[in-house]
C-alpha cells in the first residue's frame, strides 16, 4: 500500500486499512486502487518508554499512550514514535497467534519506526528524550478539520485528515528538532482490538482499543488463568497488561481513553512483585492444551 502523508488516511471497504509514511508525503490509494474519501477522527496514540520502572523485571516501562482508547468505526488512530523502535502488531492467527481482533480482520503490523532520518543531527549519539521530558499524553484529537470529498464517495470508505502540529513530538517543542516518525491505521469493524510491540512485548508494551460499543469477545479480557500459553497468546508482562481490569472493554468505552498509569499493575502500592509473579505464573503452559489452542485462529472470510 502506498506511503500517505499527515494530510490523507485512507480505508478499504470494511476490515482495517493501513497506510504509513513521514509527513512530507502525500497521496496514496486504497487496497483495489480506488482513491475513496470520507472524514473521520484522527486519534494519536504515542509510543513511550519511560523510567523509572514499575516492574523490577523491566529496565524502564515501555507503553502506549494512552493503553485503552475506544474509538467509532472509521476512525483513525496516528501512531507517533516518540521514542525510537517500536512497531504495531495485531495479535492474529497470521502471526502464530490467537485471534485478539475482530472475526473477519486482517492482521497489521507496521515497521519498526522511530524518528525520521533526516530530522536527527549527524552528531547525535543518543536518542532524543520524550517530550520535554514529560509523559506524552496521547490523548484523541478529535475531529480534523473538512475535507473535500468526491461526489458518490460519501460513506463509502474512510479519510481523515491528521494535521502535524508545528515542533509537536520534539524534544522541547522544538521545531528543528529530531521528529517523531508515524504510522496511521483506520478501524471499520466493530469490536475489540489488542495490538503489541514486537521488540516490548515480554515487558508488557501492549494496548486495546475498543471500535464501536462491541465489547463481547471470543478471548478472555481480565482473567489471567484463561489466557492461551505464551506466543499463542501475549508474552511475558503483556500478559499482566492485557488482563488489567483498567483495560476492560467495558470501562474502555466508559472512559473514552484509559493512560498507562490507571492500570493497576503499574500503580506504586508497595505490590511491585504482583505483576512479576502473575506473568512468571503464566508463562507455565496450561497441560494439554497446544493443539487445542492453535486451532483456535478462525480462517478469515
Excluded at 502471526?95 to 492482521?107: D, I, K, S
Aim: glycine residues 12%.
Amino acid at each position: 500500500m502506498k506511503a500517505v502523508g499527515a494530510g490523507t488516511v485512507l480505508a478499504a471497504l470494511g476490515g482495517t486499512a493501513v497506510v504509513g509514511g513521514r509527513d512530507d508525503t502525500a497521496g496514496g490509494r486504497a487496497a483495489d486502487g480506488d482513491v475513496l474519501q470520507q472524514e473521520a477522527a484522527v486519534h494519536t496514540v504515542q509510543t513511550v518508554i519511560s523510567a523509572p520502572s514499575t516492574n523490577p523485571e523491566r529496565p524502564a516501562d515501555f507503553y502506549y499512550q494512552p493503553t485503552g482508547l475506544a474509538v467509532q468505526p472509521g476512525d483513525v488512530l496516528r501512531f507517533e514514535f516518540v521514542t525510537p523502535d517500536h512497531n504495531v502488531v495485531s495479535y492474529h492467527p497470521a502471526f502464530g497467534m490467537r485471534r485478539r481482533v475482530p472475526l473477519g480482520v486482517t492482521a497489521v503490523s507496521s515497521p519498526l519506526l522511530g524518528f525520521r532520518p533526516e530530522s536527527i543531527p549527524g552528531d547525535m549519539v543518543d536518542p532524543p528524550a520524550p517530550v520535554g521530558g514529560e509523559e506524552p499524553t496521547g490523548t484523541a484529537t478529535g475531529t480534523p478539520t473538512e475535507t473535500a470529498v468526491p461526489d458518490g464517495n460519501v460513506g463509502e470508505t474512510a479519510i481523515a485528515t491528521a494535521t502535524a502540529t508545528e515542533g509537536a513530538g520534539t524534544p522541547d517543542g522544538d521545531a528543528g528538532g529530531p521528529v517523531p516518525d508515524h504510522w496511521l491505521l483506520a478501524l471499520d469493524e466493530p469490536g475489540v482490538y489488542d495490538f503489541l510491540c514486537s521488540p516490548h512485548e515480554h515487558f508488557g508494551m501492549a494496548m486495546r482499543v475498543v471500535v464501536g460499543d462491541e465489547t463481547e469477545t471470543p478471548f478472555e479480557t481480565e482473567d489471567p488463568e484463561a489466557l492461551p500459553e505464551p506466543r499463542v497468546g501475549p508474552v511475558g508482562l503483556a500478559r499482566v497488561t492485557l488482563t488489567d481490569s483498567a483495560l476492560a472493554p467495558e470501562n474502555i468505552v466508559d472512559q473514552g481513553t484509559v493512560q498507562w498509569s490507571a492500570l493497576e499493575s503499574v500503580q506504586d502500592d508497595g505490590d511491585e512483585g504482583t505483576a512479576t509473579a502473575t506473568a512468571e505464573a503464566e508463562t507455565e503452559a496450561p497441560g494439554g492444551n497446544v493443539g487445542e489452542t492453535a486451532v483456535d485462529t478462525e480462517t478469515d472470510g
